[in-house]
């Protein structure tokens, strides 16, 4: 079982960025994909973007492509997620998440991340 905990959420004006990270205990291994999910007031958890674990291979919503950028360091267990040129609509609780999908290089299904992380609140300010 993998454990994650998401760190470097604020507040932060719109234009601004923000770092998140997502330290993970437990092994991470080459058939896992870890993915970023966002959760704002009053709506439903969507998704931001993933990473394979194994290569890197990313993949990106729409409303975050040229913005966000997801990246890991194999050696330290931990993902991270860029968010640059932030806007007010941006504002939720981000969540990290970890997916066991040996045959996958993309999962944007919430449903089969199986370890979640406790959330970061980002707050966009205009």
């Known amino acids: 079982q993998v454990q994650l905990v998401e760190s470097g959420g604020g507040l932060v004006q719109a234009g601004g960025s923000l770092r998140l990270s997502c330290a993970a205990s437990?092994?991470?291994?080459?058939?896992?994909?870890m993915g970023w999910f966002r959760q704002a007031p009053g709506k439903e958890r969507e998704f931001v973007a993933c990473?394979?674990?194994?290569?890197?291979?990313?993949y990106y919503a729409d409303y975050v492509k040229g913005r966000f950028t997801i990246s890991r360091d194999n050696a330290k267990n931990t993902m991270y997620l860029q968010m640059n040129s932030l806007k007010p609509e941006d504002t939720a609780v981000f969540y990290c998440?970890?997916?066991?999908?040996?045959?996958?290089?993309?999962?944007?299904?919430?449903?089969?991340?199986?370890?979640w992380g406790q959330g970061t609140q980002v707050t966009v300010s205009s």
């Open positions: 990473i394979k674990w194994s290569g890197g291979r990313t």
């Open positions: 437990g092994r991470i291994s080459s058939n896992h994909v």
């Open positions: 998440a970890a997916a066991f999908a040996p045959l996958a290089l993309v999962v944007t299904t919430d449903a089969q991340y199986t370890s």
